[in-house]
C-alpha cells in the first residue's frame, strides 16, 4: 500500500455503524446513512479493507457516523455508549494493524462524559473522541460539557467536531422548502457546514480554549469554511463594542482541520496559507465520500514531499500518538 512516493496513509474521519446503538433511532433520524450505504457502514472488515488495500489506505480511525450518541435519551445515554464504545475496541482488537478509534461520548449524561473519554483512552486506547452536532438543541461549548474539554487536555488527546443533521426548527426557517428537492443541503450540501462553523465559533467566544489552552480540536471538511473566513472574523470581532479577544490566534492555537469530503486545491491552499501544514491530516469521510477520489486528488497536489508526509501521516501520528 501506500503513495506512490512510499508514504504510508493514515484516514482520520472514517465511519461505521453499531447496530446496537442505531436501533434506538428511527429511518428519518439516521438521514445519510440510509440505503446502500448501511451495509458499508455496518461491514468493518471484508469491504471496507478490500477497499483500503485497492486505494492505498493503511489505517483508518473509525468514528461512529451521525447521531452516534448525541440524540439518545439522557438516562439510557452512557449505558448504550459504554457498550458501543466497547464493542468498537473489539472492532479495532481484530485489526490492529488497520484501525484505530474515536470513542464515542454519552453527551446527554455530561455528568459521564469525562470519565467515559478517560475509560474510553486509558482502557480501550482510543484516540480522542468525536462529538456530532447538538445535545437535544445544546451546543458543546455549553458549560456542563467543560469537564469533557479539562480531561481532554489532561489525557493529551483531540476532540473531533463532527457535524449531524440541524435541529428541525433551523430545518423549516432557514432551509425549507428547498431540501425537499435538494436534500443535500441538509448536509454536506450546506447545513452541516453551518452547524459545525458555529459550533467551532462558540468554541473560542465561550471561553473554554482559555481556560483549558491545550486542548486540541479537530474539524472536518478544510475546516467548514472557516479558514476562508478567519481574517474577517477576527476583524470584525476586534471592532469596537466587542468583548477583547484574540480569535485568529485562539483558533490557529487549539484548532487542527481535515481534509475528509473536501477535495479542492484551492480550498486546500487557503487553509495551508493560513494555519499550515502542521494542522492539516488526510481524511475520506468514507463511506459517504468514497476513497479513490481523496487518494488520487491529493497525490495530484502540488506540495512539497516533506508537507505531504506530515498531512498524510506525520500530523496524525504526532497527534494521535500512534
Same mark, same amino acid.
Given at each position: 500500500?501506500?503513495?506512490?512516493?512510499?508514504?504510508?496513509?493514515?484516514?482520520?474521519?472514517?465511519?461505521?455503524?453499531? $447496530?446496537?446503538?442505531? *436501533?434506538?433511532?428511527?429511518?428519518?433520524?439516521?438521514?445519510?446513512?440510509?440505503?446502500?450505504?448501511?451495509?458499508?457502514?455496518?461491514? @468493518?472488515?471484508?469491504?471496507?479493507?478490500?477497499?483500503?488495500?485497492?486505494?492505498?489506505?493503511?489505517?483508518?480511525? #473509525?468514528?461512529?457516523?451521525?447521531?452516534?450518541?448525541?440524540?439518545?435519551?439522557?438516562?439510557?445515554?452512557?449505558?448504550?455508549?459504554?457498550?458501543?464504545?466497547?464493542?468498537?475496541?473489539?472492532?479495532? %482488537?481484530?485489526?490492529?494493524?488497520?484501525?484505530?478509534?474515536?470513542?464515542?461520548?454519552?453527551? $446527554?449524561? $455530561?455528568?459521564?462524559?469525562?470519565?467515559?473519554?478517560?475509560?474510553?483512552?486509558?482502557?480501550?486506547?482510543?484516540?480522542?473522541?468525536?462529538?456530532?452536532? #447538538?445535545?437535544?438543541?445544546?451546543?458543546?461549548?455549553?458549560?456542563?460539557?467543560?469537564?469533557?474539554?479539562?480531561?481532554?487536555?489532561? @489525557?493529551?488527546?483531540?476532540?473531533?467536531?463532527?457535524?449531524?443533521?440541524?435541529?428541525?426548527?433551523?430545518?423549516?426557517?432557514?432551509? *425549507?422548502?428547498?431540501?425537499?428537492? !435538494?436534500? +443535500?443541503?441538509?448536509?454536506?450540501?450546506?447545513?452541516?457546514?453551518?452547524?459545525? +462553523?458555529?459550533?467551532?465559533?462558540?468554541?473560542?467566544?465561550?471561553?473554554?480554549?482559555?481556560?483549558?489552552?491545550?486542548?486540541?480540536? @479537530?474539524?472536518?471538511?478544510?475546516?467548514? /469554511?472557516?479558514?476562508?473566513?478567519?481574517?474577517?472574523?477576527?476583524?470584525?470581532? %476586534?471592532?469596537?463594542?466587542?468583548?477583547?479577544?484574540? !480569535?485568529?490566534?485562539?483558533?490557529?492555537?487549539?484548532?487542527?482541520?481535515?481534509? %475528509?469530503?473536501?477535495?479542492?486545491?484551492? +480550498?486546500?491552499?487557503?487553509?495551508?496559507?493560513?494555519?499550515?501544514?502542521?494542522?492539516?491530516? !488526510?481524511?475520506?469521510?468514507?463511506? !459517504?465520500?468514497?476513497?479513490? $477520489?481523496?487518494?488520487?486528488?491529493?497525490?495530484?497536489?502540488? #506540495?512539497?514531499?516533506?508537507?505531504? *508526509?506530515?498531512?498524510?501521516? /506525520?500530523?496524525?501520528?504526532?497527534?494521535?500518538?500512534?
Amino acid at each position: 500500500m501506500a503513495t506512490s512516493a512510499g508514504e504510508q496513509v493514515i484516514a482520520i474521519e472514517e465511519h461505521y455503524w453499531d $447496530p446496537e446503538l442505531i *436501533a434506538h433511532y428511527s429511518e428519518a433520524e439516521l438521514a445519510g446513512g440510509a440505503g446502500k450505504l448501511r451495509p458499508k457502514l455496518e461491514d @468493518l472488515y471484508d469491504e471496507r479493507i478490500a477497499e483500503m488495500d485497492a486505494t492505498g489506505i493503511d489505517i483508518q480511525v #473509525l468514528s461512529h457516523g451521525a447521531p452516534s450518541s448525541q440524540r439518545l435519551e439522557a438516562s439510557e445515554a452512557a449505558e448504550i455508549t459504554r457498550a458501543a464504545n466497547d464493542r468498537l475496541r473489539d472492532i479495532v %482488537s481484530e485489526r490492529p494493524d488497520r484501525f484505530e478509534a474515536f470513542a464515542n461520548l454519552p453527551t $446527554p449524561d $455530561p455528568d459521564a462524559c469525562a470519565d467515559e473519554l478517560e475509560r474510553c483512552v486509558n482502557d480501550l486506547g482510543m484516540k480522542g473522541a468525536m462529538i456530532h452536532g #447538538l445535545t437535544h438543541g445544546v451546543f458543546f461549548d455549553d458549560p456542563k460539557f467543560w469537564p469533557v474539554f479539562e480531561r481532554a487536555q489532561a @489525557l493529551d488527546v483531540p476532540l473531533y467536531m463532527h457535524p449531524a443533521m440541524p435541529d428541525r426548527t433551523v430545518i423549516d426557517r432557514y432551509y *425549507a422548502p428547498y431540501h425537499e428537492e !435538494f436534500p +443535500a443541503l441538509l448536509n454536506a450540501g450546506w447545513g452541516f457546514t453551518v452547524e459545525t +462553523a458555529t459550533q467551532c465559533i462558540r468554541l473560542v467566544l465561550s471561553g473554554v480554549l482559555d481556560k483549558y489552552p491545550d486542548v486540541k480540536i @479537530l474539524v472536518g471538511h478544510l475546516g467548514e /469554511g472557516l479558514p476562508f473566513l478567519l481574517w474577517r472574523i477576527d476583524h470584525a470581532l %476586534s471592532r469596537p463594542g466587542n468583548k477583547p479577544l484574540q !480569535f485568529r490566534e485562539v483558533f490557529s492555537r487549539n484548532f487542527y482541520i481535515t481534509t %475528509s469530503g473536501n477535495f479542492s486545491d484551492p +480550498a486546500l491552499l487557503c487553509s495551508l496559507q493560513e494555519l499550515g501544514a502542521d494542522r492539516i491530516l !488526510f481524511s475520506v469521510d468514507w463511506p !459517504f465520500v468514497p476513497n479513490a $477520489p481523496a487518494v488520487e486528488w491529493f497525490e495530484r497536489v502540488h #506540495l512539497n514531499a516533506e508537507d505531504k *508526509a506530515k498531512i498524510l501521516n /506525520g500530523n496524525a501520528r504526532r497527534l494521535l500518538k500512534l
